[in-house]
């Protein structure tokens, strides 16, 4: 079992920055891989990015390549989302998860065995 927890979100203007943490305990993060999700009101989980149990590969949803960037430190058993040039569309609970024994990239919810309890990130217009 892994228990993950996130922080880091709030309320910022269109253009602004937010970092999101996702601490994991229980069991070594370096053997998962990670992402990020989010829901937004109305709508689906989405995908948003991911990172290989290394760190070594990500990958993003289009709508958010060249502003979000995906990192984690296994030394801190911590995985990251810095998001930049905020706009109100991305306004929405985010999650981060993992899987276990997590090879390659996860985009999909099925893939991913453990979730936090989410984050509400909101962007003003």
């Known amino acids: 079992q892994v228990q993950l927890v996130e922080s880091g979100g709030g309320l910022v203007q269109a253009g602004g920055s937010l970092r999101l943490s996702c601490a994991a305990s229980?069991?070594?993060?370096?053997?998962?891989?990670m992402g990020w999700f989010r829901q937004a009101p109305r709508k689906e989980r989405a995908f948003v990015a991911a990172?290989?149990?290394?760190?070594?590969?990500?990958d993003y949803v289009e709508s958010v390549k060249g502003r979000f960037t995906i990192s984690r430190d296994n030394a801190k058993n911590t995985a990251y989302l810095q998001m930049n040039s905020l706009k109100p569309e991305d306004t929405a609970v985010y999650y981060c998860a993992a899987d276990s024994p997590g090879y390659g990239l996860k985009y999909s919810t099925i893939e991913y065995d453990y979730w936090g309890q989410g984050t509400q990130v909101t962007v003003s217009s």
């Open positions: 229980g069991r070594t993060l370096s053997n998962f891989a």
């Open positions: 990172i290989s149990r290394s760190g070594g590969n990500t």
